[in-house]
């Protein structure tokens, strides 16, 4: 099966630094890639996602990026503020109608 | 996007005792699961629930423990029986497919406390 593989584990960056998060996979055949965002307390939440057949997709100041061939895949967040630290989980999956493997999580704290 | 409701958002339950949670979605989709998450950790998948047929379980977690209900496609529940303090946990459900998409959203948790 699949094995999500993601690092730091923690992450601590001054108010407006970047921020990166990188994630492994296993499976070849895996083709869907969303970051979610988890709040204390909260439901994981949908920041960006990347299918397989694109390298690069932004949106404002969250990025991702994707390398197939070495089954790698990151998250790129820019000026990073307050608002920012949370729990970011990678994942995997391939077609519709398969499970997501989740990453084991990145904990990222912005300070002021 | 779906929007996913869980009933109850929190629950303390005596050893040996049941609780069943319900997840509701506001419109059909393909998939759906069941999750624990423990304090501070990662996701664990607990099952897939299948609409009409048994669920699909992880290894490690078994229907006598978890039975899982999904009687269609906008609807699921998961009960975990004879309640330990090791069950205490957040359980969450999500669903997939929704409006032919290919992601999966969250709904808002279940925090079990077991005495």
């Known amino acids: 099966g699949e094995n999500v593989e993601q690092h730091p584990s923690t992450l601590s960056v001054q108010e407006g630094d970047s921020a990166v998060i990188k994630c492994t996979y296993s499976?070849?055949?895996?083709?869907?890639f969303p970051w979610y965002k988890q709040e204390l307390g909260k439901r994981p939440q949908l920041i960006i996602d990347?299918?397989?057949?694109?390298g690069e997709k932004k949106d404002q100041r969250i990025a991702v990026t994707l390398n197939k061939t070495a089954k790698h895949f990151s998250l790129h967040i820019t000026e990073t503020q307050p608002e920012d630290s949370a729990v970011y989980f990678c994942?995997?999956?391939?077609?519709?109608?398969?499970?997501?493997?989740f990453g084991t999580g990145t904990s990222l704290t912005v300070i002021p | 996007s779906a929007v996913i409701s869980q009933k109850p958002s929190r629950d303390i339950c005596q050893r040996g005792t049941s609780l069943t949670i319900q997840c509701q979605v506001d419109?059909?989709?393909?998939?759906m699961f069941w999750y624990r998450q423990q304090p501070g950790q990662s996701l664990t998948l607990i099952a897939t629930?299948?609409?009409?047929?048994?669920?699909?379980?992880e290894s490690g977690f078994v229907i006598d423990k978890f039975p899982i209900s999904r009687p269609n496609l906008t609807f699921s529940t998961l009960t975990v029986s004879n309640l330990s303090p090791e069950d205490s946990s957040i359980y969450l459900c999500?669903?997939?497919?929704?409006?032919?998409?290919?992601?999966?959203?969250f709904g808002p948790g279940t925090r079990l406390t077991v005495l």
């Open positions: 994942a995997a999956s391939k077609d519709t109608g398969n499970q997501f493997y």
């Open positions: 990347i299918r397989s057949n694109v």
């Open positions: 999500s669903a997939r497919g929704a409006s032919g998409a290919d992601t999966q959203y």
């Open positions: 419109s059909q989709v393909t998939m």
């Open positions: 629930a299948n609409q009409g047929s048994e669920a699909t379980y």
């Open positions: 499976d070849s055949a895996s083709n869907y």
